[in-house]
Nanobody
Framework: QVQLVESGGGLVQAGGSLRLSCAAS??????????MGWFRQARGKEREFVAA????????GYAEFVKGRFTMSRDNAKKTVYLQMNSLKPADTSFYYC?????????????????WGQGTRVTVSS
C-alpha cells in the first residue's frame, strides 16, 4: 500500500513563504520510478495543477500562476518531494495535494496520477 503524507501547510501573511513536503512510503513502492506532482483545490473550485517533476528531478512544468514563485524538488533517498512557495498571495489559499504517477515523466493531468495524499491546508491572509 502506498502512502503519501503532506506537511508544511499553515497560515501565512501575503508575501510570505511556506515549504510543503510530501513523504512517500509503501512496501513495494519504488519512489524513484514515479513522477510526482502537486495540485491544489480551493473550496468550491476544481482541482488544478501546480507543478510536476520527473523521476530524476527534471521539472515537467509549473502552472502559469506559480511560475517564478514556487519551486518543486525531490529527494529520492528520502522519498520526499517539496514545494517551496514564495511571495504567497491570498489567491494561493487552498488545499495542496501531492500525487504519484506510475510514469517517470510526471504529468500536469490529474488523471495520470495513481496515488494521492490527503492534502495540507495553506491559508494566505491579506
Amino acid at each position: 500500500q502506498v502512502q503519501l503524507v503532506e506537511s508544511g501547510g499553515g497560515l501565512v501573511q501575503a508575501g510570505g513563504s511556506l515549504r510543503l513536503s510530501c513523504a512517500a512510503s509503501g512496501l513495494t513502492f519504488i519512489f524513484s520510478n514515479y513522477g510526482m506532482g502537486w495540485f491544489r483545490q480551493a473550496r468550491g473550485k476544481e482541482r488544478e495543477f501546480v507543478a510536476a517533476i520527473s523521476w530524476i528531478g527534471g521539472i515537467i512544468g509549473y502552472a502559469e500562476f506559480v511560475k517564478g514563485r514556487f519551486t518543486m524538488s525531490r529527494d529520492n533517498a528520502k522519498k520526499t518531494v517539496y514545494l517551496q512557495m514564495n511571495s504567497l498571495k491570498p489567491a494561493d489559499t487552498s488545499f495542496y495535494y501531492c500525487a504519484a504517477a506510475d510514469r517517470r515523466g510526471g504529468s500536469s493531468k490529474s488523471h495520470n496520477y495513481d496515488y494521492w495524499g490527503q492534502g495540507t491546508r495553506v491559508t494566505v491572509s491579506s
